[in-house]
Every structure is written in structure tokens, then in C-alpha cells.
């Protein structure tokens, strides 16, 4: 509007200077297709911003989607990485757990392998005692992991006494014969009392009654030819029964002397290194 009023002032002040008409009508020509091409070139302005407009938003769009996704990876990363922590020290776990699994199957099979060797030597030894064992001279059993060869009192002593009456002496004889062909073996020769108190006025206590005993045993079997180095005497008076003291026949079966074949250091539990730091 503004522009048209400036055009009809304009060739109204060169009609009014005396301008021939024909330059006039060029003048106005000229102005007017000025206005077309300022009215196109606004309106083509207006076409570009707003497609301009359209491709920054789209940009802006597309921008703010990237910045989501790359979160969403950033998160997805950091959960990655703590399930990888996780894997690896699960996986370290597991194969620390694995480690002490072979060690302790290393430990049963080293275990059972001595197992099966001492009851190889068990077996042997009791086939070799069998006709002793037939006889009523004395009993083989495992009692708490151990070979016991078991001989009741009445056989080798006389009540209240620890002279070794004759039948005791020909047992302990062949007892001996075979004992000597046993090789890396301790034997404990223990004697064991019922709990009826002691009426002989030699020993004041069970106590000294059985380690008398043992003692006249370990004796003995020495002068059969069983290496001394291999034999050692303990008492236990009452308190080791296999039976009850009730009874009078279940109380006999506490009156024995026991030859029990003592571990040798390699078939005990191994300890571990560090048990005794800082002590």
C-alpha cells in the first residue's frame, strides 16, 4: 500500500516536472515490475524460512532422538560393564571354588587310596589271626577308625593279678609271630578294667591295675622278637568300657587287653600351612 501511494507520488511529481508521457508510462512499467519481483522475492523469502524452519526443526528432531539413543547405549554400556564386573568375579569365585573342589577330590582319592591300603593290611593281617580268632583266643575288630586284636583277661591274667598265666603266654607267642612281620607299624598295648573297684592292696586304682598290665604285655611281646621302638603300654582302668557294667556278663567283656595298630603320620588329616601364624 505504502509502496504503491510512494509510485503515484513519484509519477505525479514527473508528470507535474514536465516529463514526456511515453518515459513516464517506462517509468511506471519499470516501478511496477519492481513491485512484482519485491512481492516474489518476499514471498520466495518466506517460502525458504519456512522450509528452512521445517528442516531445523526436523534437524532439532532428529538431534534431540540421537541425544536419547546415545543415553539409552550410555546405559545400556554402563549395565554392560557391571555385568561384565559381575561375570568376572563370578567367574573368579567359581574358579577359585573349582581349584579347592580339585584339591579336595585330589585329598579323598589320596584318602581313600590310604583307606584302601590299611584295609588291605587289616584283611591280611586277620586272615593270618583267623585261626586265633576261631579258637577264642581273641577278636580283630575296627573300633573308631583303628584295628584292634582284642584278648580278654581271663586268658592271659588271674583276678586282681598281672602275672601271665601259661594259656596267655602261648597266645601272645603267636600273636608275636605275626606281629613281627608287620612292617611300619606302632603297636599300643592298652588294658582296660570293668568299674568294680580294685581289693588288692598291690594297686590302689584300676588305673595301675591295667597299666600294670600292659606293661607285663609290652614286656612280654618284646622277648618274642617284636621290636621294642614299635610298641608302647597305656592304662585306661574303667573308662574306656565296650559295654555295660550292669550286667555281669556284659561286665566281663570290659576286662581286655587291647593291641591296637596305631596311623602312621601319613594317613593323619593333612593340617594346613597357616594354621600356626601368629601364634
Known sequence: MQKTLVALIAASLFVGCGVPKDEHEAMLRDMENTKVALATTEREKAEVEEELRGQIETLEARIAKLENDKLAL??????????????ESRAGGLEEALEASRAELDELRRARAQTEERLKEYRNLASRLASMVESG?????????????????????????????????????????????VDDRNFLVAGHTDNVPISSGRFSSNWELSTARAVEVVKYLQEQG??????????????????????????????????????????????????????
Not at 79 to 86: H, I, Q
Not at 142 to 159: C, H, K, P, Q, Y
Not at 253 to 265: D, K, S, V
Open 226 to 279: 617284636v621290636d621294642p621302638t614299635n610298641l608302647a603300654a597305656a592304662g585306661y582302668g574303667e573308662f574306656d568300657p565296650v559295654a555295660d557294667n550292669e550286667d555281669r556278663e556284659t561286665r566281663a567283656l570290659n576286662r581286655r587287653i587291647e593291641i591296637i595298630l596305631m596311623p602312621n603320620i601319613e594317613e593323619l588329616p593333612s593340617v594346613p600351612d597357616d594354621v600356626f601364624e601368629g601364634s
Open 74 to 87: 550410555e546405559t545400556e554400556l554402563s549395565e554392560a560393564r557391571g555385568d561384565l564386573d559381575l561375570y
Open 137 to 181: 583266643q581273641l577278636t580283630v575288630k575296627i573300633r573308631e577308625g583303628r584295628m584292634v586284636i582284642e584278648l580278654a583277661d581271663n586268658i592271659l591274667f588271674d583276678s586282681g593279678r598281672t602275672d601271665i598265666k601259661e594259656d596267655g603266654r602261648m597266645a601272645l607267642q603267636e600273636l608275636a609271630a605275626v606281629l613281627q612281620e
